[in-house]
């Protein structure tokens, strides 16, 4: 029986784990720096994370039980939980808001430099 050997668990545990099983990976962050994010994702797909979203994925909080975000068996063959160093987000997001600031500087530059041309367009064309 399964149930005899079960046992307690909550998400900073968790955590102390991952950190202790791939220290080499996350050796310059504490392990109340890693997020996790529940993510059900069959691993029946060449590459499952290539295209995934974290924007509405459940984040598991450090002082929340296992048992509340899995309170059946999760299925087989499946990706449950995704982990990112607190800081490696941070800086995702913030090249997020750095791309779209470009984005929107070029969108302005262009618009610029088309006013500009057809401004001398305009004044070749009157002299």
Same mark, same amino acid.
């Given at each position: 029986?399964? /149930?005899?050997? $079960? ?7 968790? +955590?102390?784990?991952?950190?202790? !099983? +791939?220290?080499?990976?996350? =050796? =310059? ?6 997020? /996790? ?7 029946? *797909?060449? =590459?499952?994370? %290539?295209?995934? %979203?974290?924007? #509405?994925?459940? !984040?598991? /909080? ?44 070029? $969108?302005?530059? #262009? ?5 500009? *041309? ?7 064309? %009157?002299?």
């Amino acid at each position: 029986n399964t /149930l005899v050997n $079960a046992f307690s668990v909550n998400v900073s545990e968790l +955590k102390n784990a991952i950190k202790a !099983e +791939k220290a080499l990976e996350f =050796d =310059d962050f504490l392990a109340d720096k890693l997020r /996790l994010w529940k993510v059900p994702v069959s691993d029946d *797909y060449v =590459d499952p994370l %290539s295209n995934l %979203s974290l924007k #509405n994925k459940e !984040e598991l /909080l450090a002082i929340r039980k296992i048992l509340k975000y899995f309170p059946d068996s999760p299925p087989e063959k499946h990706i449950h939980v995704l982990i990112s160093p607190l800081e490696i987000t941070a800086t995702l997001s913030q090249e997020q808001e750095l791309l779209e600031e470009v984005t929107s500087l070029q $969108a302005l530059l #262009n618009k610029s430099i088309h006013s500009t *041309y057809k401004f001398w367009l305009y004044f070749c064309q %009157s002299s």
